[in-house]
């Protein structure tokens, strides 16, 4: 089957059309028309290949939605007609034991990404959401309810669930107080969930224009972090915080503002290492810990939490042809707050 793209041929090269062949529907798999693919930060990371490992040609996208077109003779959980999505992840091996806790996305084999990955036979190469059409196996694929705004739910393929998961894992619910670092593609996600999930919820940001966007999307406070005082204020306030910023900052002061027995997870990923003091997690018995997505169980857990909820991001929906200016974009914080391409402009 003949798939129409944009990909990246080097690290330096734009994204422009491209064409390739998706294998034939197996009978475990899921055949998606993608209608949206959201623009995730680490596309570009991955694109420009600043994490050290991207091979090329590669079709990015990893936050995917659209209507399913075909399904294999075993498949029992889609029809075709349905609304279906695809996030980062495609397979894993199923047997080790994160996989045996839905834990796949830290599977021990390593599991298969939506792009710049392969299959589990380590051969096939993945390529992602930018393009017409996506096969997926059934087991990873999810349900969207037709409640969601099509558009506005590609980005919880990624974005949702990467602030959902630590959110879930650390208990946040009503009485919480919690802290969100930075309002960008993942913390605007991270307000309205905590927000949904019953807690008070602070926005931490280095800008104070971004106070009524993140009053809008459900905070309760603001703290201005580049103001000495607001660390003062807030000195051992949050029991839970969540640093979604990739830019270099300093961690210490944050924990400060944890109480004891609180935690901060790390969703971020700053270019170079963080120094961490000691003394700031010894006085409060406090935690420092990262997350990474989500299994499979729990990004349905949180697309039907976000159906019930009438929860989706804020994007900005623009023409596949748009999507080197998009990045350009991004990289000047130019979007509030997710680019979402509409793949039939293809």
């Known amino acids: 089957m003949t798939t129409k793209a944009y990909a990246v041929t080097s690290p330096t ?48 996208g990893h936050e995917i939605v659209g209507r399913v077109t075909a399904v294999g003779a075993q498949v029992t959980k889609f029809k075709v007609g349905d609304l279906a999505g695809v996030g980062c992840l495609v397979d894993s091996c199923r047997t080790c034991a994160p996989c045996a806790r839905d834990l796949e996305q830290f599977c021990e084999k390593g599991a298969a990404f939506s792009y710049n990955s392969t299959e589990m036979d380590r051969k096939t190469p993945t390529y992602g959401g930018y393009s017409s059409d996506y096969m997926v196996d059934e087991a990873f694929a999810l349900k969207l ?20 998961s630590p ?3 650390w208990k946040v619910g009503k009485g919480s107080k919690v802290g969100v670092v930075g309002l960008g593609g993942l913390g605007h996600m991270a307000v309205k969930l905590a927000a949904a999930m019953g807690a008070e919820v602070t926005m931490l940001s280095t800008s104070a224009a971004k106070e009524a966007d993140a009053r809008r999307l459900g905070a309760s406070g603001f703290g201005l972090t580049t103001d000495p005082a607001t660390f003062k204020r807030l000195a051992g306030h949050f029991d839970f915080i969540l640093d979604t910023v990739s830019a270099p900052h300093d961690y210490n002061a944050y924990l400060g503002l944890i109480r004891l027995d ?28 990262g997350s990474l997505i989500g299994g499979i169980q729990e ?29 350009g974009r991004m990289m000047k914080n130019d979007v509030r707050y997710r680019f979402v391409l509409d793949m039939k402009t293809l």
Not at 43 to 57: C, L
Not at 145 to 160: N, R, Y
């Open 145 to 164: 309810s037709p409640k969601l705004d099509l558009a506005g739910a590609a980005p919880l393929l990624c974005a949702g669930i990467t602030t959902y």
């Open 262 to 289: 609180g935690a901060m997870v790390v969703v971020g990923v700053p270019p170079e290492p963080t120094p961490v003091a000691a003394f700031p997690l010894i006085m409060g018995r406090r935690t420092l810990a």
């Open 167 to 169: 959110l879930r894992h």
């Open 299 to 327: 990004t349905q857990e949180m697309l039907d939490f976000c159906a019930e909820h009438g929860i989706v991001s804020d994007v900005e929906v623009i023409p596949v042809q748009q999507v080197n200016e998009a990045y």
């Open 13 to 60: 090269s734009p994204l422009a059309p491209w064409s390739f062949e998706r294998r034939a529907v197996g009978p475990l798999d899921v055949q998606l028309e993608v209608a949206y693919c959201g623009i995730c930060h680490s596309d570009i990371h991955q694109v420009r290949n600043e994490w050290g490992n991207a091979t090329y040609p590669m079709v990015p």
